[in-house]
């Protein structure tokens, strides 16, 4: 079963043209979408990533980004009205190339994906990373699951004072550069403008791990691009 949907996602082949080897497209279709319900394939991805934190793999230099995943004609269906029916679709926003869906990740070092969190393609960034941040949660055989990494590593999108006092409030160290118009305001505003928020140049070079990650990802045809009109943290989650 758990070949199936690898090899559903990872083809994008549909469903009802998989190879008959793998059985009834019935059975892995309802597997994957009542695991992903009561929430067994993020117990899965949480036990992995706990194993790989307690043999000292797991590197705690995180890294933010967003990336879109445009939605295939099957997938942005009519919408219905009515009780039981489907009243939207889920995570689905207009962009420039139409129907896509927007995924926030985090990830470590060794571009594994930690955290990620769904929105429409017209979200902005900055608005999610707290709820990355939130997400970002690691169980531990003894004591309390750790929540805070050592660092984050985030673009320009993402320096904003309330994302900056966030990540000091939790005592996380932020490398996120500034952008040009906003160094210039505080010049501009001499010594009501503060000083520069601290950043390394060496350490932000680490911020590719997660687009690396998000490469590993998209290998996979079916979250390159959305088939299903169900939410893509289904295979996602899986996947991950």
Aim: charge should be positive; proline fraction near 7%.
């Amino acid at each position: 079963m758990i070949d199936a949907i690898a090899f559903r996602y990872r083809t994008g082949t549909p469903w009802m043209d998989r190879p008959e080897p793998f059985g009834s497209w019935k059975g892995a279709h309802n597997r994957l979408r009542k695991w992903a319900a009561d929430g067994t394939w993020e117990k899965v991805s949480t036990a992995l990533l706990a194993r790989a934190d307690a043999e000292g793999d797991l590197d705690w230099v995180v890294a933010v980004d967003s990336t879109i995943v445009r939605a295939h004609q099957h997938s942005a269906g009519a919408r219905q009205k009515g009780p039981g029916r489907r009243s939207g679709r889920p995570c689905l926003g207009r962009s420039r190339g139409g129907l896509t869906t927007k995924i926030h990740l985090a990830a470590d070092g060794h571009y594994r994906p930690l955290a990620f969190v769904l929105t429409p393609a017209q979200a902005r960034d900055a608005p999610a990373f707290p709820q990355v941040m939130a997400r970002l949660r690691m169980a531990r055989r003894i004591g309390r699951p750790r929540i805070t990494p050592d660092s984050v590593l985030a673009g320009k999108a993402y320096s904003s004072r309330a994302i900056r006092r966030h990540l000091r409030r939790l005592g996380i160290r932020a490398m996120i550069p500034q952008p040009a118009d906003q160094a210039v305001n505080r010049k501009r505003l001499g010594r009501l403008g503060g000083h520069p928020p601290a950043f390394d140049r060496e350490a932000y070079k680490q911020r590719s791990t997660v687009e690396r990650c998000i490469n590993k990802l998209k290998l996979w045809r079916g979250l390159a691009a959305r088939y299903d009109c169900e939410d893509v943290q289904v295979p996602l989650r899986a996947v991950a």
